[in-house]
């Protein structure tokens, strides 16, 4: 077999002319010569100009595209294949790189129909000519060359009975009895040339492949043995086949790979029609996923391409739920072309099995695909992290979306099928459509890469002897989905998903945030049960809180009964006590409304966190912010929030309800119109609804009846204080925070602040100041170890009496600049301004006594209960404004930090007891004071009764 240089027909050898002798005699056409023929580019359309198979052409022809060719030495080439043992001869060539051959004409009728059989795939002489990469030689490389070894083995057989024939055959003069064997001689030696001219086609073929396709052979090779580390643009077909595991990263983050399963590429080729006389565009004639933000970014990324070559297209799916049913939602990709070589590792979607981390990652994508599965129903969880933002950009704005990323810390609701219909309900372009578009439809392949025209029309129209090897990938998507369960779509209950489906699915569940009162989308990987400890961390607060047993007892019943969930098995019963209200009308009453009332920080918030561990259901606290202010707004806002507190089985807490219960008046239309929606809305709620206010005088008397049991919360007395103070001492000593504390100067300073106070109210600190003052006296304590030089060489940061004190200075301030404003420095402004305006009476004596904490029902009051408070009104009336106590002593006491905080520990014990004598001699002179004012206040009654 011969291979040659580019040849054209004037370089053929052509018969000799005509005598006057031969003028009767035709001689028989010479046969088509066996071999490659490269054409020059330029020259390509003066050798193949016909649409047919020509025999005056060699069996095949190639040709480079224009300004081509691949970057590898011919030195190299030749010397790879003379390591491979191949033995066939390379003829040099004038260029020091590879020859790179764009097309290839199978001139032979027999390479045709051979090509047809093998492939299964229609080969015309119509169109004849296959493009770079040569898909099909590729693909059926091996079937090509075992046809070869059948051949050449045929071929011996057939020379050796050939050989046979000869030595037997008759010689001349033999009767006519031997003509018949003649015959049979002569039929044999036409099938051995016909078999052996066969041959020597199909050993061209493969010296084509195994010679100018060597390139696209070795990378195939690579990606067989799993060694292949760095690819260029052209050969990426070979790394994405249909069913192949491939994965995406985002920002570098782990927990949020998303594996794909490949199901159709296409592109990545060069393109010959760069004048567009295809009529095709890239972007206009295909089909895209208007909700898809993968696809706008395809669309964006084709308009912005070159002419040269075709994107790289991957169509994939990955397997998504809504909460109800699991099947495949597409996702679209696009490469753009590149120069040189890339690193496996470095494209945007990733090959798993060219991926170092190989098992860890599956295991890992796996884990995550259980973690979704038992998250698909409905689950309070806890969450600590980043949540994923997931957005839609496109050019018409009122289309766009975006689910914002946010901090969160706490607990949860996973909902996927709810969070789903609200953010349909919320976006209108939001969507979690699954199967369909390129699942039904895989992305069309672009006509210009394979429609290299003629110079001239054909009956009006462009033409191209361009086989359309597009067919080729879709026989292998075929292949893959026939093979494949995953493009089905199944409910999600009682499914269970073998290891390489689970590893399909998302990385992000939908759900509510209740501390933000937000949806988001959570990270599967981020969100974790509530552990035991956690649980008993929890009902550790439960008995922190500071409430009588009986109140306590009262709360769990109610709340208990009321969430209760009916036991397996007593169906009947559980439907009769679900059904049972006690009100007439059915569907009304059936809910549990408690209101807590009483002065700010003492509890009441709390008191709903704690029931709703206690009963071990989440607690979704809601604000007027997050309801509105409209009535038509208040309805659909409050309706969805008592939806999902009913499917949640959660305890709602209404915090600063004052705002919806206020009393109704004549004229205002608005605030009337909420205060009905709101009646209404607890009149049908079935579920718990704790409210809270410090502005239970504002209420409007209709909520009164409605309400099942109130709470009244007097302010801190000192015993709940000091345990406040403690508590938080504690909390932070064994919190793990590296810092120490002063923790008897700190017990002493409470102390002092309490009796320091005595006589001015308003600067007591409840249980929300307090905590307030730990944090700010922490913010101190670090500021002075690590931004102030660390004075005092300590080995960590020290919470001292100190900073508490500037905190108390600060606070002091202000306390007092109110007082200043209303007059009143001998008793609580706050609450004296709240029994002003009629808003609640701390404190009243009414309220307590032998029976303490009132609770009221809707049966009467719960007796025996211990008295929180002190009824600082009980305090003489007309005291004269306290010297001693006020915030100049705070500021006295700071400018003698220094000195207190460089002595040694008997002299702070010194200095404590010299504060000490000095608060007891302070107290005599105002004792002094007081008993002069009544003195004289005796002395001139008695000149009025004279």
């Known amino acids: 077999m011969e291979t040659s240089s580019t040849e054209s027909?004037?370089?053929?050898?052509?018969?000799?002319?005509?005598?006057?002798?031969d003028d009767k005699t035709t001689k028989p056409a010479p046969p088509q010569e066996i071999k490659i023929t490269r054409v020059p580019p330029e020259n390509w359309r003066e050798v193949k100009k016909k649409r047919l198979v020509d025999p005056e052409q060699s069996i095949l022809l190639t040709s480079s595209k224009g300004g081509s060719s691949l970057v590898l030495r011919h030195a190299q080439r030749k010397r790879q294949i003379s390591m491979s043992g191949t033995g066939h001869s390379i003829e040099p060539l004038e260029s020091d790189h590879q020859y790179a051959p764009y097309r290839l004409a199978i001139n032979s009728k027999f390479l045709l129909n051979f090509l047809e059989a093998c492939t299964s795939t229609l080969f015309t002489e119509e169109q004849n000519v296959l493009v770079r990469p040569f898909k099909y030689l590729v693909e059926f490389e091996s079937d090509i060359k075992n046809f070869l070894q059948l051949t050449e083995t045929l071929c011996e057989q057939v020379e050796q009975q050939m050989n046979r024939f000869a030595e037997s055959s008759p010689g001349p003069g033999v009767d006519m009895q031997h003509q018949a064997?003649?015959?049979?001689?002569?039929?044999?030696?036409?099938?051995?040339?016909?078999a052996k001219r066969e041959r020597d086609e199909l050993r061209c073929l493969v010296e084509f492949m195994t010679c100018d396709m060597r390139d696209i052979f070795d990378i195939k090779r690579q990606i067989m043995s799993r060694t292949l580390e760095e690819i260029a643009f052209e050969h990426l077909w070979q790394l994405y086949k249909p069913g192949d595991l491939v994965y995406r990263n985002f920002h570098d983050d782990p927990s949020r790979r998303q594996a794909y399963r490949v199901l159709h590429v296409t592109g990545g080729r060069v393109c010959f029609d760069t004048k567009k006389m295809s009529y095709f565009d890239p972007v206009s004639d295909r089909a895209?996923?208007?909700?898809?933000?993968?696809?706008?970014?395809?669309?964006?990324?084709m308009k912005r391409s070159g002419m040269q070559m075709t994107n790289f297209i991957i169509d994939c799916f990955y397997l998504e739920s809504d909460g109800v049913r699991l099947a495949p939602r597409p996702k679209r990709f696009t490469i753009t072309p590149y120069t040189g070589t890339r690193p496996i590792t470095s494209l945007a979607l990733r090959p798993l099995q060219f991926d170092p981390q190989k098992e860890t990652i599956e295991k890992e994508l796996v884990a995550r695909g259980a973690r979704f599965m038992q998250l698909a129903h409905?689950?309070?969880m806890m969450y600590h992290g980043t949540t994923i933002e997931e957005a839609r950009h496109s050019q018409y704005k009122y289309r766009n979306y975006r689910i914002e990323a946010i901090?969160?810390?706490?607990?949860?609701?996973?909902?996927?099928?709810?969070?789903?219909?609200?953010?349909?309900?919320?976006y209108s372009s939001f969507s979690l459509r699954t199967g369909g578009g390129i699942i039904i439809a895989h992305t069309e392949a672009d006509r210009r890469e394979v429609s290299d025209f003629f110079p001239q029309k054909t009956d009006g129209d462009w033409v191209t002897d361009v086989m359309d090897d597009s067919i080729f990938e879709e026989y292998r998507q075929s292949e893959y989905v026939m093979t494949t369960d995953l493009l089905t779509t199944r409910t999600i209950a009682g499914t269970d998903l073998p290891d390489d489906q689970l590893l399909l699915l998302p990385p992000r569940v939908y759900g509510y945030s209740l501390l933000d009162r937000r949806w988001v989308a959570f990270n599967v990987s981020l969100l974790r049960d509530i552990s035991p400890e956690d649980s008993q961390r929890k009902r550790?607060?439960?008995?922190?809180?500071?409430?009588?047993?009986?109140?306590?007892?009262?709360?769990?019943?109610?709340?208990?009964?009321?969430?209760?969930?009916?036991?397996?098995?007593?169906?009947?019963?559980?439907?009769?006590?679900?059904?049972?209200?006690?009100?007439?009308?059915?569907?009304k009453g059936k809910g549990l409304i408690i209101l807590l009332h009483g002065a700010p920080g003492v509890g009441k918030t709390s008191t709903a966190e704690c029931i709703a561990i206690e009963l071990n259901r989440p607690?979704?606290?809601?604000?007027?912010?997050?309801?509105?202010t409209t009535a038509l707004e208040a309805e659909v806002k409050l309706e969805e929030f008592c939806k999902l507190a009913h499917r949640w089985r959660c305890v709602l807490l209404l915090d600063e309800a004052d705002v919806f219960l206020a009393k109704r008046e004549r004229g205002d239309v608005k605030r009337n119109s909420l205060v009905s929606v709101f009646l209404r809305v607890l009149e049908y709620f079935s579920g718990v609804i704790i409210l809270t206010t410090n502005r239970v005088g504002e209420f409007d008397e209709a909520f009164r009846s409605r309400i099942h049991v109130c709470l009244y919360y007097p302010k801190l007395e000192e015993r709940q204080t000091k345990e406040i103070w403690e508590k938080n001492i504690q909390r932070i000593k064994y919190s793990g925070l590296n810092i120490d504390l002063e923790e008897k100067k700190i017990r002493k300073f409470a102390d002092n602040h309490w009796r320091q106070n005595l006589e001015r109210p308003t600067r007591r600190w409840n249980g929300r100041q307090i905590k307030n003052a730990f944090q700010t006296a922490i913010a101190l304590a670090n500021w002075d170890y690590y931004d102030n030089g660390n004075i005092e060489k300590l080995d960590r940061p020290l919470l001292k009496a100190k900073h508490f004190r500037h905190v108390a200075q600060i606070t002091a301030h202000f306390d007092d600049y109110i007082s200043d404003i209303y007059g009143t420095h001998d008793e609580d402004t706050y609450g004296f301004l709240a029994a002003r305006d009629s808003l609640r009476m701390d404190n009243n004596k009414d309220m307590f006594g032998s029976r303490g904490m009132m609770a009221e029902g809707s049966g009467g009051f719960t007796r025996g209960i211990v008295r929180r408070g002190t009824d600082f009104r009980s305090q003489p009336v007309n005291s004269p404004k306290?010297?001693?106590?006020?915030?100049?002593?705070?500021?006295?006491?700071?400018?003698?930090?220094?000195?207190?905080?460089?002595?040694?520990?008997?002299?702070?014990?010194?200095?404590d007891d010299d504060e000490d004598k000095a608060n007891q001699i302070k107290k005599l002179e105002l004792e002094l004071e007081l008993a002069k004012l009544k003195g004289k206040q005796g002395s001139s009654k008695g000149h009025k009764k004279r």
């Open 407 to 426: 901090e969160i810390h706490g607990e949860v609701i996973v909902d996927q099928e709810a969070g789903v219909m609200h953010f349909q309900d919320e």
């Open 181 to 194: 064997v003649q015959q049979d001689f002569e039929r044999a030696k036409a099938e051995a040339a016909q």
């Open 378 to 380: 409905r689950k309070h």
């Open 540 to 587: 550790n607060k439960m008995e922190e809180l500071v409430l009588p047993n009986e109140h306590k007892m009262v709360l769990q019943a109610l709340i208990t009964n009321q969430v209760r969930i009916p036991h397996p098995g007593s169906s009947d019963h559980a439907y009769v006590q679900e059904q049972f209200s006690m009100d007439v009308v059915p569907a």
């Open 9 to 21: 027909k004037a370089d053929q050898p052509q018969p000799a002319s005509s005598t006057p002798s």
């Open 288 to 301: 895209w996923e208007t909700e898809s933000d993968d696809d706008r970014k395809c669309r964006d990324t």
């Open 882 to 911: 306290p010297q001693g106590p006020g915030y100049d002593r705070y500021e006295s006491e700071s400018n003698d930090e220094s000195t207190e905080d460089g002595g040694s520990e008997e002299s702070d014990t010194a200095e």
């Open 619 to 628: 607690l979704l606290p809601i604000t007027c912010g997050h309801i509105g």
